[in-house]
């Protein structure tokens, strides 16, 4: 990997290494530090800034203790079976027990009659407030230095990890006791909002390092946004719209007064849909324009009155990032099948909060506080456990397409794939909502075959001239092969249940109530895990301390 560049590579040592730079990874490195291990964290961009949290507001799943069993049943049932009712207890603790350590740290949450009212951040100011506080606790953090590929010690536990620095043109190498993987999901380079660093290359190190993914049928969430400023997708105004056609005709799209989420993709396969905010109440506006003005910004600055006005929308794809599938967790600690390798946010499957539906909003960002911190804390545990000399252990690279070619007939002057053409390539297969919303077994299949080809262009010599191009190639590398797991973990999932739609199966089977765990590099395959839990009456107090689940 940038082997011209290699006398110039940095060389660093950590007992805990966090790759990441949103909510989660900014938690799970103040856990860790918290336990008394020297901390590393490594990002793709600036931390603080860069990712989907940064980039607008958000809720927080953090009800009062008193309404805990109304919004832990509510998540239950929203995840139709598949959902782990003692892992939502968990969730909604943790995160109501953190909150108050943000404020704390200087984040000013806002007060009603002299209390705080902790139900939602500012992205900008959280993450600032967060960064802020890594510092503080001397944790180190390396911006603009994405990682790509983990490295493994002689008995397969996690040693550290590598990576680029753009600002310096050179390669890094951390050696680590443990790795927290907290660098999103992926959304397929989509343009919504604040993931574009999310492109799934977490989850590619975590399967080339011997772990597995889980739930990746649930990788096709799409958010509404306005088409003429695809990127905001922040749907909690649209509430309040109503929907016509390219005539004026009025499309409906409310089910019981609450917005149909399946009235937008089938009515954009017959033609434009517009919207016009015109139900929202004077209240209301002022709640759009302060509360969700990333939402309100695209019609102010195109001169548009929402409110009076007709705009075309659209549905942009948000992947995993709002979707539920990701590396496997198999403990409590959030550590993986790999020893030493811990995920969390995105990155980690939210299939034991969500099952296979959205956690999109306050549920996805109560997970990143909470799975955040406990894979710190597991990090720094296992760290520990491996005693002083841990980084002296031998250490081999396990990154393989996008950054070193397998094919043995290569030579210097062999033409290096086009990163480019592979995105649009794994795009063109992604994105459509008649392919990958609406979903079908001879569709998959088509689409399938074409990702095989495009896995096959990245085994080619990746460009590798400047630290751009060594991103760049594994990037590529990383959006096939999640765009391949996604779809072939929805081939093998013959239901219609929650994000997962398949039209040739268009109801929900009671008798598939598994997770289905996929890997593989070359060769791609799934596995049931049967969920052994007898289906609960929420609201429950349980006392189960793993996840009981049964492999086929």
């Keep these: 990997m940038l082997t011209t560049h290699s006398e110039n590579e940095l060389q660093l040592t950590a007992d805990v290494l966090v790759i990441g730079g949103g909510p989660a990874a900014a938690w799970a490195a103040w856990a860790a530090a918290s336990q008394g291990v020297k901390v590393i964290i490594v990002d793709k961009g600036f931390l603080g800034t860069s990712g989907a949290a940064a980039a607008s507001g958000n809720g927080i799943m953090a009800p009062s203790p008193e309404n805990w069993d109304k919004v832990v049943s509510e998540r239950y049932r929203s995840g139709k079976n598949l959902a782990n009712l003692r892992w939502i207890e968990r969730v909604v603790e943790k995160t109501w027990l953190s909150l108050p350590l943000v404020e704390d740290w200087g984040y000013r949450f806002p007060k009603e009659n002299g209390e705080s009212v902790r139900q939602s951040y500012y992205g900008p100011e959280y993450m600032r407030v967060l960064r802020k506080n890594l510092l503080r606790v001397g944790v180190q953090i390396f911006d603009q230095s994405p990682a790509l590929e983990l490295l493994l010690a002689d008995d397969g536990s996690v040693a550290g990890a590598r990576g680029v620095q753009r600002q310096h043109h050179r390669t890094y190498t951390?050696?680590?006791?443990?790795?927290?993987?907290?660098?999103?999901?992926?959304?397929?380079?989509?343009?919504?909002?604040?993931?574009?660093?999310?492109?799934?290359?977490?989850?590619?190190?975590?399967?080339?390092?011997?772990?597995?993914?889980?739930?990746?049928?649930?990788?096709?969430?799409?958010?509404?946004?306005?088409?003429?400023?695809?990127?905001?997708?922040?749907?909690?105004?649209?509430?309040?719209?109503?929907?016509?056609?390219?005539?004026?005709?009025?499309?409906?799209?409310?089910?019981?007064?609450?917005?149909?989420?399946?009235?937008?993709?089938?009515?954009?396969?017959?033609?434009?849909?517009?919207?016009?905010?015109?139900?929202?109440?004077?209240?209301?506006?002022?709640?759009?324009?302060?509360?969700?003005?990333?939402?309100?910004?695209?019609?102010?600055?195109?001169?548009?009155?929402?409110?009076?006005?007709?705009?075309?929308?659209?549905?942009?794809?948000?992947?995993?990032?709002?979707?539920?599938?990701?590396?496997?967790?198999?403990?409590?600690?959030?550590?993986?099948?790999?020893?030493?390798?811990?995920?969390?946010?995105?990155?980690?499957?939210?299939?034991?909060?969500?099952?296979?539906?959205?956690?999109?909003?306050?549920?996805?960002?109560?997970?990143?506080?909470?799975?955040?911190?406990?894979?710190?804390?597991?990090a720094a545990t296992f760290a520990k456990s491996l005693g002083a000399h841990a980084n002296e252990r031998f250490a081999r690279p396990t990154g393989q397409a996008g950054l070193r070619s397998p094919q043995v007939d290569k030579t210097p002057s062999s033409a290096s794939f086009d990163s480019e053409a592979i995105v649009r390539g794994v795009q063109n297969e992604m994105l459509p909502l008649e392919k990958n919303h609406f979903r079908s077994e001879q569709q998959l299949l088509d689409s399938l075959s074409k990702l095989e080809k495009l896995w096959e262009q990245v085994q080619a010599n990746p460009k590798q001239d400047t630290v751009r191009d060594v991103e760049f190639s594994r990037r590529a590398a990383s959006l096939t092969a999640v765009a391949r797991w996604a779809y072939f973990s929805g081939l093998h999932r013959t239901e219609t249940r929650s994000e997962h739609i398949r039209v040739d199966y268009p109801e929900t089977d009671p008798n598939q109530r598994y997770y289905q765990a996929t890997g593989g590099l070359e060769r791609l395959w799934v596995r049931r895990d049967w969920i052994a839990d007898e289906i609960a009456t929420p609201p429950v107090l349980t006392t189960q301390t793993t996840p009981s689940v049964s492999k086929l």
């Design 174 to 378: 951390v050696r680590a006791g443990a790795v927290v993987l907290a660098n999103g999901g992926c959304a397929f380079l989509s343009k919504a909002l604040g993931c574009n660093t999310n492109t799934g290359d977490g989850l590619l190190m975590a399967v080339e390092a011997g772990g597995e993914l889980s739930s990746m049928e649930a990788s096709n969430h799409y958010a509404i946004s306005t088409a003429f400023n695809a990127t905001v997708t922040r749907g909690v105004p649209f509430g309040w719209a109503s929907f016509s056609d390219e005539a004026g005709n009025d499309l409906g799209g409310y089910v019981n007064g609450r917005r149909d989420p399946s009235f937008l993709p089938n009515a954009l396969l017959k033609g434009p849909v517009y919207a016009r905010l015109d139900r929202a109440t004077a209240e209301v506006k002022a709640v759009i324009e302060k509360s969700h003005f990333i939402s309100y910004l695209p019609y102010k600055k195109a001169g548009i009155d929402p409110y009076t006005e007709r705009v075309p929308v659209t549905l942009v794809l948000e992947g995993t990032v709002r979707g539920t599938g990701g590396i496997r967790l198999t403990d409590d600690s959030c550590g993986t099948k790999v020893p030493g390798l811990y995920a969390a946010g995105d990155a980690a499957s939210r299939e034991f909060l969500a099952g296979l539906a959205s956690g999109g909003g306050g549920p996805n960002a109560a997970w990143a506080i909470s799975t955040g911190q406990w894979a710190g804390v597991g």
